[in-house]
């Protein structure tokens, strides 16, 4: 079995306060990008075995595992699974791909394995693993609020293309939320002034990301990518989520290759086009 686990960008992301369980409490529109990891399901033999090339972390670390893992912890069932990865979201950016694999085995193992779970229970599941899994469960833009992993709209966004930058630099979402040295207050009734249930909004107006500041005193680098998009044309730019991702927004492909072409590009750098994922999951790659 063969699922797409797609990347997602976070065109808002509001910091609200600090929890009591140490987490923050946001308000974040993520939106399902059709850059995506291949995630490889086969039943059989004993155990989880996990392959993962590139992947530099211990295989009961990663996160595909763990979701295996409690997949059969929380369902009884004793048989055997083998996960192979097929890596194409750049790691430790802020695209969710560690998150959208774990949710993907998750969704896939309900399926292989015939358990009939619904979208509530899996989300719940995936809530354990960690706080954007339950995102990748829908596959849908949404507004999430809580930890980022409680549903609290659907939102219909205006077709867009999008540019990541993505520079050979890691960034601890730990430092980040370390560094941000604004005060948390409370949401001042955004989502009440724009009706985002019955409202298509435009991405490119909606580009706040309270962890930017934070993220470019601890790495200058992204502001110069941000600057650059600008200057080629993006209709707007954001840093996705912790970093160390930056993406331009574009109206369409086109766009976004013009803008790539009078680009200079830097060594080590990636430059990723791509577009969103609407309607259900898995339908309507507009790529």
């Known amino acids: 079995?063969?699922?797409?686990?797609?990347?997602?960008?976070?065109?808002?992301?509001?910091?609200?306060?600090?929890?009591?369980?140490?987490?923050?409490?946001?308000?974040?529109?993520?939106?399902p990008l059709s850059l995506s990891d291949g995630i490889f399901l086969a039943e059989g033999g004993s155990g989880i075995v996990v392959d993962a090339p590139g992947c530099s972390c211990e295989e009961k670390e990663n996160l595909v595992y763990k979701a295996a893992h409690l997949f059969f912890e929380s369902t009884g069932i004793t048989s055997g699974v083998t996960i192979r990865v097929e890596k194409r979201i750049p790691v430790g950016a802020g695209l969710g791909g560690g998150s959208s694999d774990a949710a993907s085995v998750l969704m896939g193992m309900n399926d292989l394995f015939r358990t009939g779970l619904g979208r509530e229970d899996l989300m719940l599941m995936a809530?354990?693993?960690?706080?954007?899994?339950p995102f990748f469960i829908i596959g849908r833009p949404m507004l999430m609020g809580s930890r980022g992993d409680e549903i609290i709209s659907e939102i219909a966004i205006e077709e867009r293309a999008y540019l990541l930058v993505v520079p050979p630099i890691g960034l601890s979402?730990?430092?980040?939320?370390?560094?941000?040295k604004s005060p948390l207050t409370q949401e001042k009734d955004r989502f009440t002034m724009h009706n985002t249930l019955n409202t298509i909004i435009m991405p490119e107006q909606w580009l706040e990301n309270d962890l930017e500041t934070a993220a470019f005193g601890l790495c200058p680098e992204?502001?110069?990518?941000?600057?650059?998009?600008?200057?080629?044309?993006?209709?707007?730019v954001l840093m996705s989520g912790s970093g160390s991702s930056v993406f331009g927004v574009f109206q369409d492909t086109d766009h976004v290759y013009n803008a790539m072409s009078c680009?200079?590009?830097?060594?080590?750098?990636?430059?990723?086009?791509?577009?969103g994922l609407t309607g259900e999951r898995y339908g309507d790659n507009r790529s």
């Open 263 to 275: 680009m200079q590009r830097h060594e080590g750098y990636r430059y990723i086009p791509t577009t």
């Open 1 to 31: 079995m063969k699922i797409q686990a797609p990347a997602k960008i976070n065109i808002y992301l509001k910091v609200l306060s600090r929890r009591a369980d140490g987490y923050h409490e946001l308000r974040t529109i993520m939106v």
């Open 127 to 133: 809530g354990k693993i960690g706080a954007d899994c």
């Open 173 to 180: 979402t730990g430092k980040v939320y370390s560094a941000l």
């Open 222 to 236: 992204l502001k110069s990518i941000k600057d650059e998009l600008l200057e080629a044309g993006a209709l707007g």
